[in-house]
């Protein structure tokens, strides 16, 4: 199994943005061939899909966050990201990484937190 490392959560305003990355935790494993997604969990609710990319950067976004949310790829530094501009008091939640390998294997980052607050 791949070990995601999230980074780049934290507090913002409400209209504010953040960028989000995923990469392994080792250099070994590699994403190239991986569909990459990003979830969240706001307090109370389940966990739901944010965006995802596929290995070749076909993207899909849930309704909430389309025309504010970029996923994105960069195979040759091993990492994938998430640019959340506009955002708002209900974008609060914990976002997690995903990594689904051809081999249909899910692997899961231990989450970061994003605040939205005034």
């Known amino acids: 199994q791949v070990q995601l490392v999230e980074s780049g959560g934290g507090l913002v305003q409400p209209g504010g943005s953040l960028r989000l990355s995923c990469a392994p935790s080792r250099s070994i494993y590699s994403i190239d061939a991986m569909t990459m997604g990003w979830y969240r969990r706001a307090p109370g609710k389940q966990r739901e899909l944010v965006a995802v990319?596929?290995?070749?950067?076909?993207?899909d976004y849930a309704d909430s966050v389309k025309g504010r949310f970029t996923i994105s790829r960069e195979n040759a530094k091993n990492t994938l990201f998430l640019q959340m501009n506009s955002l708002k008091v209900e974008d609060t939640a914990v976002y997690y990484c995903n990594a689904v390998a051809i081999s249909g294997t899910t692997n899961w980052g231990q989450g970061t937190q994003v605040t939205v607050s005034s």
């Open positions: 990319i596929t290995s070749r950067g076909i993207t």
